[in-house]
């Protein structure tokens, strides 16, 4: 069963300053099947990343998505008012068919 | 414009049923693989179904598999969720979602329909 962990949990920054999110799998994860999710309150998902580096239509260029194997990364170039908000990762593989991990909150510092 | 737009959601009691729907515009449901994932109060996301385009293959979580089946009605560009044997833990916002082929990835989501299995 892969397992996602992302890290910090939470990550306090403030605007104009650059966001890294971590994604560890407990096994190997295809690039091709690695995704990048932003959620805000009472929302649903919003893709940002597929294929571990490959922005979603309409994705501002200020996301974007790195790695391999087991450790992935999202990173925010500079916050916007806007990027406050919960980032989730998501694998496609054999067991469980998709899997996301727990979260990392962006708040403003 | 692509829109997905969930319903059927609703109080229920523990070992009840229920069926939501999820229904499609701007694209056609069956040529694309469609998903369920749920959302429990204050808590991640969870995959629950996918259902491909093509044969149609199914499968399931295995907190939900047995209990619930995942399937769409290509005249009514329409995806379902018939869930049975609820339980508390199966409350939840659940939303259909639209893969990116071949991705993995869910590009297009619904806003969600809350489930709330409670006596």
């Known amino acids: 069963e892969i397992v996602l962990t992302q890290s910090p949990g939470t990550l306090s920054l403030s605007p104009g300053e650059r966001a890294t999110l971590s994604c560890r799998a407990s096994e190997s994860v295809s690039s091709n099947y690695l995704g990048w999710y932003q959620q805000k309150p009472g929302q649903a998902p919003r893709l940002l990343i597929y294929?571990?580096?490959s922005r979603a239509t309409g994705i501002p260029d200020r996301f974007s998505g790195s790695g391999s194997g087991t450790d992935f990364t999202l990173t925010i170039s500079r916050l916007e008012p806007e990027d406050f908000a919960v980032y989730y990762c998501q694998q496609y593989g054999s067991s469980p068919r998709f899997s996301f991990g727990p979260g990392t909150k962006v708040e403003i510092k | 414009e692509v829109q997905l737009l969930e319903s059927g959601g609703g109080l229920v009691q523990p070992g009840g049923s229920l069926r939501l729907s999820c229904a499609a515009s701007?694209?056609?449901?069956?040529?694309?693989?469609m998903s369920w994932v749920r959302q429990a109060p204050g808590r991640g996301l969870e995959w629950v179904s996918i259902i491909y385009s093509g044969g149609g293959s199914t499968f399931y979580a295995d907190s939900v598999k047995g209990r619930f089946t995942i399937s769409r009605d290509n005249s009514m560009n329409t995806l379902y969720l018939q869930m049975h044997s609820l339980r508390a833990e199966d409350t939840a916002v659940y939303y259909c979602?639209?893969?990116?082929?071949?991705?993995?990835?869910?590009?297009?989501w619904g806003q969600g329909t809350q489930v709330i299995v409670s006596s």
């Open positions: 294929g571990t580096s």
């Open positions: 701007g694209f056609t449901c069956s040529s694309y693989a």
């Open positions: 979602a639209r893969e990116v082929p071949g991705s993995g990835n869910y590009d297009y």
